[in-house]
Structure formats: C-alpha cells, structure tokens
C-alpha cells in the first residue's frame, strides 16, 4: 500500500535547481534510505515533504492527502514527523518538558478547563504523561528526564530529539542525519532505536543518512540523487552496483 506519493517534485532557488522531477513512492512499512553526495536535495525533499519548502512543481499525496501546499502545522496534524540535521531541541528546557510539548497538537481541551486543571483537561495530561512516559521507556533515557537538553552530551539531544518526534506519534517518520556526529556506540544505539520504531512500532521511516554501511544494512529500499536527480532506487544491494551510484560517489564508473 502506497503511503506517500511523491510525482515530478521540482525546487528551484532562482537559477539553482535543487530538485528535478523527483518521482517516488513510499509503501506503509518501509524503511527507506535517501542518499547522495554533499547538496544532491536530500534535505530539500524532506523540507519539501513537511512543508518548510514549498515546491514549484509536482505533487506530494500522503494518505489520499495532497500535502504539497499545506502548511507544516497541518501536515503534521496529518501524521508527519521528523527530526532535523541540526538539533531543534528547546536546549533550557528539560527532556521530559521537550517530549510534552510535541504532544500539544493532541490537546482538545479549553483554556477554562486549563487553567481549573478538571475533568477533560486533567484526563487528556494523564493519558499524554503515558505517551511520554512509554517513549521514554522505548529510548531507555529515563535518568535523563529532569535534565536540561544543554547539559546533555549530543549523543542523548540526537535521542531526544527522536522522542520528540516520536511523541507526534507519527505514521510516516522522516529522519535528517540522525547519527551525523556520533561516535560508534552512540550510532549503534541509535540504529537499533530506528529500526525497532520500523519494525516494532510499525512507522513507516525515511532516513537521509551518509553512513553507507548503515543504510545497507538496515534499508529496505534505496533512493539515490546527484545534483537534484533521482539516478538509482531499488534494494541496496541493486544500488550499490549501479554504475551511476559507483560514479556519483567516487567520481569513476563500474
């Protein structure tokens, strides 16, 4: 079952073309890698999909939804998250204060029945305090919750950041570098947390990623770009003996 669709995407910074033509189609379930080199728009089809770009072409459709006009608030409300290359954590503010706020688009409550803090409001603060909580548990960051983001080593904001994104509670969970910058045992745990979220909790995942040997190992699927082009998609073990693949990473042909 196709998830979302993606048909002739094109982005163009003036007389900069970041994306041209992109066509792919991502199936409930799939675990799917964008790579390329340095500036081939990996970022910009995420920004594109979660609408902090607007494309000028092409059409994005999520769930019988058209997205690619649709501001970013209401394309998560549809049940989008990511998390981003750079850290977007609130960094004075506590991990368990981090993973609370990415649940308020979940709220239904009043400002009376806020501020009474009774019934629907107290109720609603239970049941997200357990969403929390559950994440919490899943990421194995429970002596950290206290803690303000800041103090923490970028391994463990990188994790939170994935709660925070988790915490939407997303069906469709697209990932920017989630290990750029990690040192070895801090990528293992983070590969195993993405691929539990695949497998265990059943979101479906796109990750943009440059460890190679990563990507191959846990991807389902492969879409490759070089200079705003999709030149390759298939299983990795396909893309990593196509001969464009060879050529855009190391500059000679198979």
Same mark, same amino acid.
């Given at each position: 079952?196709?998830?979302?669709?993606?048909?002739?995407?094109?982005?163009?910074?003036?007389?900069?073309?970041?994306?041209?033509?992109?066509?792919?189609?991502?199936?409930?379930?799939?675990?799917?890698?964008?790579?390329?080199?340095?500036?081939?728009?990996?970022?910009?089809?995420?920004?594109?999909?979660?609408?902090?770009?607007?494309?000028?072409?092409?059409?994005?459709?999520?769930?019988?939804?058209?997205?690619?006009?649709?501001?970013?608030?209401?394309?998560?409300?549809?049940?989008?998250?990511?998390?981003?290359?750079?850290? $977007?954590?609130?960094?004075? /503010? &506590?991990? *368990?204060?981090?993973?609370? #706020?990415?649940?308020? %688009?979940?709220? @239904?409550?009043?400002?009376?029945?806020?501020?009474?803090?009774?019934?629907?409001?107290?109720?609603?603060?239970?049941?997200?305090?357990?969403?929390?909580?559950?994440?919490?548990?899943?990421?194995?960051?429970?002596?950290?919750?206290?803690?303000?983001?800041?103090?923490?080593?970028?391994?463990?904001?990188?994790?939170?950041?994935?709660?925070?994104?988790?915490?939407?509670?997303?069906?469709?969970?697209?990932?920017?570098?989630?290990?750029?910058?990690?040192?070895?045992?801090?990528?293992?745990?983070?590969?195993?947390?993405?691929?539990?979220?695949? $497998?265990?909790?059943?979101? /479906? &995942?796109? *990750?943009?990623?440059?460890? #190679?040997?990563?990507? %191959?190992?846990? @991807?389902?699927?492969?879409?490759?770009?070089?200079?705003?082009?999709?030149?390759?998609?298939?299983?990795?073990?396909?893309?990593?003996?196509?001969?464009?693949?060879?050529?855009?990473?190391?500059?000679?042909?198979?």
């Amino acid at each position: 079952m196709i998830q979302l669709s993606i048909r002739d995407l094109g982005l163009h910074f003036g007389g900069l073309t970041a994306l041209n033509e992109i066509t792919l189609d991502i199936n409930k379930g799939d675990l799917i890698a964008v790579i390329g080199p340095n500036g081939a728009g990996k970022t910009c089809l995420l920004n594109c999909i979660t609408g902090f770009y607007r494309a000028q072409q092409g059409v994005i459709d999520f769930e019988e939804h058209e997205i690619g006009r649709l501001p970013p608030h209401r394309i998560s409300r549809l049940g989008i998250g990511r998390t981003f290359q750079n850290l $977007e954590l609130f960094r004075d /503010t &506590t991990v *368990l204060e981090n993973l609370l #706020l990415a649940r308020h %688009m979940h709220f @239904s409550y009043g400002l009376f029945s806020s501020l009474a803090f009774y019934g629907r409001a107290r109720n609603q603060e239970v049941a997200h305090r357990r969403v929390v909580e559950e994440i919490i548990d899943f990421l194995e960051i429970q002596s950290i919750t206290k803690k303000l983001v800041h103090a923490l080593p970028y391994g463990l904001q990188k994790r939170v950041e994935l709660g925070r994104a988790l915490a939407l509670e997303p069906s469709l969970l697209l990932l920017d570098e989630p290990m750029a910058g990690m040192n070895i045992e801090e990528k293992e745990d983070i590969v195993r947390f993405i691929v539990e979220t695949n $497998e265990v909790k059943g979101i /479906t &995942t796109i *990750l943009v990623e440059h460890d #190679l040997p990563v990507v %191959m190992d846990i @991807s389902s699927r492969i879409c490759v770009l070089d200079f705003g082009i999709k030149i390759a998609e298939g299983s990795p073990e396909e893309v990593s003996k196509d001969p464009q693949v060879i050529k855009a990473y190391f500059g000679e042909s198979a």
